[in-house]
């Protein structure tokens, strides 16, 4: 049996029925990328409708229809099943595994998300509309008020939920038990920490949604008032026990984002990664921290000023451990030995536009001033800056840094280089006049305002269309790369790569580490 | 002229009108920064912001400045080769604490003003502010006369929405009745819903607070100059969240006190005229005026309809009175026919029935009394 190597089966039972890592990492980027282009189709919708004042495309029902499915899409469509699919692609080839722990779990995990997702889109087709409450779904007006389709929502909830308990378990459990021998906690490559912290995260959270959307359940079906204050309930509890969730969601987005820019960075400044031990514990502060802040996003509910001040304190702190490791990213580069390639690119992006949005977000955490922040475009912007330049920018340059392990072939350069300013300056024309509408009194989550913000939200526009631009060549470059690129072969497909994805084949075939590697124990960490 | 050419003549013309027009300030066109509005919190807040704002900026220059220092002299294509050291405890050490006293700087400022807006104590008066979707509602409470309250509407018609007339300067700024507080005086707001959550915000007077229904907020503001001061909703409260403006006038004390006279006044008129007993004429006369406050902006001037349903011939203006009564104090819902009972008195209610059932060609002839509108609200 030992040399028995079989390959993937054929058709459509391969992808149904697999328990490959690899596979299932591909599914998972696949799927992840069209939740993109769908929920980056909503926000042009948005952006059409906010491109000149007055109602022009959509109506205004419509319109929260759509800021609702955007993010909705985008946060657990989008961005998390992506990281999820690089988690399955890579941690196994990092830590010298054969697969994932659970691979049966795995197949499951990713399966039950697609028809999700569908039942999630098709309420754009029932009475009453989608879901238009936003993405932060507050009380009462995602129960009392709420249209039919709201149920149909909460299921799709439960069922997100129910996925990414079993995908961070899986990581858990093939982390701490199927490690290479020799692969020790602190020689680990920091894209493993980071998600072996963020699937904690999320085993401890995602219940905690399933109790929010729940209570929201009883509240619409079964006559009890957990948010309504005629029943004794309260609107606030709502917030509190989803912002418990939405906090550290946050990070479970970012944290594998820091992964990902940790190891890129060292491979193209050829040079080791700066501090590797104090990025490890900056990363769990920053999970700890993230569960002792969620109330800095209710600065205006009306809390007791010692609460206020509590989560003011504790947010501040935060800047700490994340200011560490910006440090360290740039420390890392400095006497390195440059260059510049696609991922290297977007992580220097990821770098710049990251470290702005941590800016905006220590000034959001002063609750005096997000008295005059909170719920503006200046919020909008922030989160924008730290989610998209933040997770995609950094999951931009996994997908050119991994490809050609991936699929034995080399990109377009030159369109991958074109593909990151087209993203740059768009990204940032959209986003970064946001910051303006929003200092000035422009509220998020209207669908059409003032005069006076007329030509920001029409730059914003623009830079919007010119940022889903770019992900089409995106798109293109990937689909040209797989089917026509130029081959690679050699098993370190980069100069300044580290670990054990680039000591085996390129492309890396179906099944790796059959037999455990052998780790260098003198090698401080990949 | 086109639509664009218009904004760029209206861009141009911006600054001069607001030279023009000291007395109204709000945000300029393509304003970067946060206003320092018309209160000292507003001003604390306003220097806490540009304090860490600075902060960040020295900071992202000296990391951003590092960064492409690198990026210019570290690359490969120079011939460098790089350096092997990857850890160093002192510098480490050195940016962890070196963050944490920079925090401590903010937070003390921070600190001061926070408890400076949560000092409720002292007000001079209070108003009752509550959300509603999708208008605000203002109650005056007054330890003696007569209660002032009244409902504040987006004044802005459906035309300038939709883009069928040119949009006036206050576009989705504007009110039918602002809410007027004097000037140098401490406002205590008591901040609450009728329906969802909203958030009641004014930038220049630095006050938002979320509207929460079932439970009151505090709030406190007080307007060193007079002005008028414009602000929106800031929470996500269904349809007509982008259409629900706040403005507030500052006046001084003296025109403060004409104007809560005047208001006190007509309350006390209101209720003289709810037990009286109207002749047609005078329904009709008083009808007429609340139609255009009221009704216009739907239905049109002619009653010929336009976002909601045409009232001449209309099969209930000209049909049963009782049916007609109950969309006007009940609306119609799940559309825009709001239910107008709570917000319109029954002096309004009854002569804007009647100037319906007899304008624009209905010819019904038959009058609605403001006593058959409260005995209909009673059942």
């Known amino acids: ?526 | 002229m086109s639509f664009e050419a218009k904004r760029l003549w209206k861009l141009a013309l911006g600054p001069v009108l607001i030279l023009m027009s000291a007395a109204v300030v709000g945000a300029e066109v393509n304003q970067v920064n946060m206003s320092q509005g018309a209160t000292e919190v507003g001003r604390d807040i306003y220097n806490l912001h540009m304090l860490i704002l600075g902060i960040c900026t020295v900071i992202g220059i000296g990391v951003f400045g590092v960064m492409f220092y690198s990026i210019i002299y570290h690359r490969k294509s120079k011939g460098v080769t790089p350096a092997t050291f990857h850890e160093s405890t002192k510098v480490e050490i050195a940016w962890t604490v070196v963050p944490f006293l920079i925090l401590i700087s903010m937070a003390v400022p921070a600190t001061s003003t926070l408890l400076d807006i949560y000092d409720y104590e002292d007000a001079e008066m209070d108003i009752m502010i509550t959300g509603y979707q999708w208008k605000w509602k203002y109650e005056y409470l007054n330890e003696n006369g007569e209660n002032v309250s009244f409902f504040s509407n987006l004044r802005t018609p459906q035309s300038e929405i939709y883009n069928t007339e040119d949009k006036g300067q206050h576009y989705l700024l504007e009110v039918d009745e602002p809410v007027v507080i004097p000037v140098d005086t401490k406002v205590r707001l008591l901040v609450t819903a009728n329906d969802v959550i909203h958030s009641w915000w004014v930038p220049e007077l630095a006050v938002k607070k979320d509207a929460i229904p079932g439970f009151i907020n505090e709030a406190w503001t007080r307007a060193s100059e007079t002005g008028i001061y414009r602000g929106q909703c800031a929470e996500l409260c269904g349809k007509d969240h982008g259409f629900m403006p706040i403005v507030v006038n500052v006046v001084s004390r003296d025109e403060y006190n004409d104007w809560l006279g005047a208001k006190q006044a007509e309350a006390a008129e209101i209720k003289a005229l709810m037990a009286q007993t109207f002749t047609m004429d005078e329904l009709m006369e008083r009808g007429e005026a609340v139609y255009q406050r009221a009704c216009l902006a739907c239905h049109g001037a002619k009653g010929e309809g336009g976002l909601g349903k045409a009232i001449a011939g209309s099969p209930l203006a000209t049909g049963e009175l009782g049916a007609h009564l109950d969309v006007g104090i009940n609306g119609v819902p799940g559309t825009a026919m709001q239910a107008f009972g709570g917000q319109m008195n029954d002096v309004d209610m009854a002569a804007v029935i009647t100037y319906q059932r007899n304008a624009f060609g209905n010819n019904m002839g038959d009058m609605v009394q403001p006593i058959d509108v409260f005995n209909y609200k009673k059942g």
């Not at chain 1, 328990?19 to 948005?46: E, P, R």
């Open chain 1, 1 to 526: 049996m030992g040399d028995h190597h079989h390959g993937p089966a054929k058709g459509l039972s391969r992808w149904l029925f697999t328990t490959n890592h690899k596979d299932i990492g591909t599914m998972y980027l696949w799927f992840s990328f069209a939740m993109f282009i769908l929920g980056g189709f909503f926000a042009m919708v948005i952006r059409a409708e906010l491109f000149q004042p007055g109602m022009q495309l959509v109506e205004p029902a419509f319109f929260n229809q759509m800021t609702t499915l955007h993010g909705l899409v985008m946060v657990f469509g989008a961005i998390m099943p992506s990281f999820v699919g690089l988690a399955n692609w890579l941690i196994p080839m990092m830590i010298g595994a054969p697969d994932m722990a659970l691979p049966r779990m795995n197949n499951w995990s990713f399966w039950i998300l697609p028809p999700t997702f569908l039942l999630l889109a098709s309420t754009l087709f029932m009475e009453g509309g989608a879901p238009a409450f936003g993405w932060t779904f507050y009380a009462p007006l995602s129960t009392t008020y709420a249209p039919p389709s709201v149920t149909f929502f909460i299921f799709s909830v439960h069922v997100l939920g129910l996925s990414s308990i079993m995908g961070s378990i899986n990581i858990i459990a093939t982390v701490m038990n199927m490690r290479a021998p020799g692969m020790t906690y602190m020689k680990m490559p920091l894209f493993v920490w980071t998600w072996l912290i963020t699937a904690f995260l999320l085993v401890a959270v995602m219940p905690v949604l399933a109790g929010a959307v729940t209570m929201m359940l009883m509240d619409i079906h079964f006559g009890t008032s957990f948010f309504s204050a005629a029943g004794g309930g309260d609107p606030v509890l709502f917030q509190h026990v989803f912002w418990f969730f939405g906090h550290p969601e946050v990070y479970i987005i970012i944290l594998p984002a820091f992964g990902v820019v940790s190891q890129i960075i060292p491979a193209f400044s050829r040079k080791p990664l700066f501090g590797y031990d104090s990025m490890v514990y900056a990363t769990a502060s920053i999970a700890f921290l993230s569960f002792i802040v969620w109330a800095h996003h209710m600065y205006t509910v009306g809390m007791p000023v010692a609460g206020e001040l509590f989560f003011m304190y504790a947010t501040m702190l935060i800047a700490v451990p994340t200011g560490v490791k910006v440090f360290n990213w740039v420390t890392t580069m400095w006497r390195g030995a440059l260059t510049f390639e696609t991922p290297m690119l977007f992580c220097i992006g990821f770098l710049v536009l990251f470290t702005i949005g941590g800016f905006t977000g220590l000034m959001l955490s002063i609750a005096p001033s997000d008295f005059q922040y909170h719920d503006s475009y200046f919020v909008v912007a922030h989160f924008h800056y730290v989610m998209v330049a933040g997770a995609v920018f950094s999951m931009s340059a996994a997908v050119y840094y991994w490809l050609p392990k991936w699929c034995g072939k080399m990109y377009n350069e030159a369109m991958g280089k074109t593909h990151f300013w087209i993203s740059f300056i768009g990204f940032n024309l959209t986003f970064f006049p946001q910051h303006f509408v929003g200092l000035a009194g422009m509220p998020r989550r209207i669908p059409d305002y003032a005069l006076q913000f007329a030509d920001f939200n029409m730059m914003s526009s623009i830079g919007a269309f010119i940022y889903g631009a770019s992900q089409i060549l995106f798109l293109y470059n990937v689909i040209a790369t797989i089917v026509a690129g130029k081959p690679v072969s050699d098993d370190k497909v980069w100069e300044g790569a580290e670990g054990l994805e680039w000591t085996v084949p390129t492309p890396a075939p179906y099944h790796t580490f059959e037999t455990p590697p052998r780790i260098d124990p003198d090698h401080v960490h990949s």
